[in-house]
């Protein structure tokens, strides 16, 4: 019998798809701001699950909070 190593790779990160009402309760912000933030390339982008329904990567999402704080607000 011979074995044969087998290279494992990682998991991808495990990240969550939010819709906007999560968006507003994490981002501290109205569904307004955030398209309009988006539009100006200042938010993460969502992205689109089906022809319907728009989703935003929660890390992405987090990763704008942190960077507000670290920025001290509004720029």
């Known amino acids: 019998m ?3 190593l087998v290279k494992l790779t990682p998991p991808p990160p ?3 798809l939010l819709r906007i ?3 507003e309760r994490i ?3 109205k569904k307004s701001t955030v398209y309009g933030l988006m539009r100006e ?3 993460p982008s969502c992205v ?3 022809r319907r329904l728009s989703a935003w990567p ?3 999402v987090l990763n704008w909070v942190q960077q507000r704080i670290r920025e001290g607000g509004a720029q």
């Open 2 to 4: 011979t074995f044969q």
């Open 14 to 16: 495990r990240d969550r």
């Open 21 to 23: 009402p999560d968006v």
């Open 27 to 29: 981002a501290g912000i």
């Open 41 to 43: 390339g200042k938010f």
């Open 48 to 50: 689109r699950v089906t």
């Open 58 to 60: 929660e890390s992405a």
